[in-house]
């Protein structure tokens, strides 16, 4: 029976932009939306400030489309400046496909309590769940939720010990499996 790990979001991700006025290169979303009509067409904003300044930084979410294209409940949110729209967005929504996201200290691994089995006939069946579109990297993950140095899982990884279903020194956004032979 796999063992099911979780990385879940703890808060927002910080937005990766150079300030204008500061220099500084990271804003955090303000929860709140901008939505602006041009006859029928409509333009709406996340609205992010600068941890440094304050300034406020404006990212598309909706450019130039007809009013009757945008779903009723969709408008009804960005006008209500649902903070639930707001992660959305963040967490994996195609419309903020050009935002550089910083994940830095914003999610959290949940092992479940699993750890290296003692026994050395033991399997460790492992099946990892990203529940946002949250960049990680496998040896960084398994070498936090095993309890091992990044570099005791790079050869456990290199001699067969733990096989997994990406490349462990590359970068995931999705759910993955591995397994742990002792």
């Known amino acids: 029976m796999p063992t099911t790990w979780a990385v879940t979001p703890t808060c927002l991700p910080l937005i990766v932009r150079r300030c204008p006025r500061c220099g500084h290169d990271r804003f955090a979303p303000s929860g709140r939306f901008r939505v602006n009509a041009s006859g029928k067409l409509l333009d709406a904003w996340l609205l992010a400030l600068c941890t440094t300044c304050g300034e406020t930084l404006k990212v ?26 707001v992660a959305d967005l963040l967490h994996g929504a195609p419309a903020l496909r050009h ?30 769940r990203v529940e946002a ?32 279903s990406v490349d462990l020194r590359g970068r995931v956004s999705g759910d993955f499996a591995f397994l742990l032979k002792r």
């Not at 949250?134 to 005791?152: D, E, F, N, T």
């Open 99 to 128: 935002v550089v996201l910083d994940w830095t200290g914003a999610w959290r691994l949940d092992t479940g309590g699993a750890s290296v089995p003692s026994d050395p006939n033991a399997v460790l069946e492992v099946l990892v």
């Open 133 to 164: 579109r949250i960049p990680v990297r496998p040896v960084r993950l398994l070498a936090a939720g095993l309890g091992l140095s990044r570099a005791q899982v790079e050869r456990w990884g290199e001699s067969g010990t733990i096989v997994a």
């Open 60 to 85: 598309p979410v909706l450019g130039r489309v007809h009013v009757r294209r945008v779903p009723a409940d969709l408008l009804n949110r960005l006008h209500r400046n649902d903070v639930d729209l």
